[in-house]
């Protein structure tokens, strides 16, 4: 089948460097800094300095993050950060010259670095957090009944897009707008893709945590996909954490400690969610107000342990990546060699 359709759509759509959903606004400075972020700077203790890390996008699934903020520990490794908005050509730029030392995204990001983003996965996030829903009522109820259907996305060659076009084509159904098996028509915003779900528009809307979710236990729609159950993509990464290569290459030691702070953040949620969901909603990092509803998918994210973190972890982050540049490239989303690809793509980095 031809891909060529699909190829151009994503080069077109100028692929977002998205922690899961990310937000268009351009970048500006966060108003809150942690309590230990405070005590460094009023001591001027940073040995990396200052850096700029997007952080302001208002998924659940940035949870590591916002953690890591407000709990200090990006401070406590040297950093003094601010939380930013970045679109695509922020990020871009901040990757390239070093400003933006690391980001989290999907394996949307493949593609991307494909086309030239000068950065490398060093670490895996976390699982889950994308769900279809149908209407209740609807006559769909599996992938086999999509044949024909009208499929809602936040943008043609994004992580949902491209979930969708793995599970699609998986199951033997052409995601190649050419051959009309199925349509994919993109929102600007998870409310509108609920909006024409409810009114007809399309058969299946595919959404970001937590507004697939909340309109589940709203009893407006049936879950169709979880992207953290269904068998092809349950315990795998959906997001990885992207260095820079002008980091990596001049400074080891800073992603070294970014990533302590990160799995710091990991491990902490793992032990700690409820207190998490009360700093994300209390800090207004996400606009969820059913805490039980968002504890239960923070916990769903699959958040490493502190003894998850051991001499195999950077071996399950490099077989993921290599995971889906394999289901990628089969798709013809890739056209590079699927094994080279991968082994250029990764950078294990020492973190202890």
């Known amino acids: 089948m031809k891909k060529e359709s699909i190829l151009a759509a994503i080069m077109a759509s100028a692929i977002l460097l998205a922690s899961c959903s990310v937000s268009e606004q351009g970048s500006s400075d966060n108003e809150k800094k942690g309590s230990a972020n405070n005590t460094a700077q009023s001591t001027g203790d940073f040995k990396f300095g200052k850096i700029d890390i997007p952080g302001k ?16 520990y990006f401070a406590e490794e040297g950093f003094d950060v ?21 980001v989290n995204g999907d394996f949307q990001f493949f593609p991307s670095i494909e086309n030239g983003i000068n950065v490398k996965v060093v670490d895996g996030l976390h699982e889950g957090c994308i769900k279809f829903a149908v209407s209740p009522d609807s006559d769909i109820n599996s992938v086999d009944d ?15 897009h491209q979930v969708a076009s793995l599970w699609l084509e998986n199951a033997g159904i052409s995601a190649d707008p050419s051959d009309g098996e199925v349509t994919f028509l993109p929102y600007s915003d998870g409310n509108l893709e609920f909006e024409a779900l409810a009114n007809g528009e399309i058969d299946v ?37 992207y260095a820079s290569n002008k980091v990596l290459e001049e400074n080891p030691e800073e992603v070294a400690a970014l990533l302590r702070a990160y799995r710091k953040a990991q491990e902490w ?3 700690n969610p409820e ?44 077989e993921d990546v290599k995971y889906f540049v394999d289901g990628l490239s089969q798709i013809g989303y890739l056209k590079s060699d699927p094994d ?5 793509i990764y950078q294990k980095v020492e973190v202890k």
């Open 275 to 318: 207190e998490a969901v009360d700093i994300i909603i209390n800090k207004n990092y996400a606009s969820i107000e059913d805490k039980e509803l968002a504890v239960d998918l923070i916990k769903s994210y699959g958040f490493p342990s502190a003894a998850e973190h051991d001499e195999n972890w950077d071996t399950h982050v490099e």
């Open 57 to 72: 996008d208002g998924a659940l699934c940035g949870a590591p993050i916002y953690i890591a903020y407000e709990n200090g």
């Open 146 to 160: 999509l044949k024909g259907k009208k499929i809602g996305v936040d943008e043609i060659g994004g992580t949902p």
């Open 269 to 271: 949620l793992y032990e």
């Open 82 to 102: 601010t939380l930013i908005s970045a679109d695509f050509e922020t990020r871009k730029i901040g990757l390239n010259n070093g400003s933006i030392p690391i």
């Open 340 to 344: 080279q690809f991968a082994k250029d």
């Open 205 to 241: 809307a595919a959404l970001w945590d937590p507004l697939g979710s909340i309109h589940e236990k709203a009893g407006d729609v049936r879950i169709l996909f979880d992207l953290g159950k269904d068998p092809y993509f349950a315990d795998h990464f959906c997001c990885f954490l």
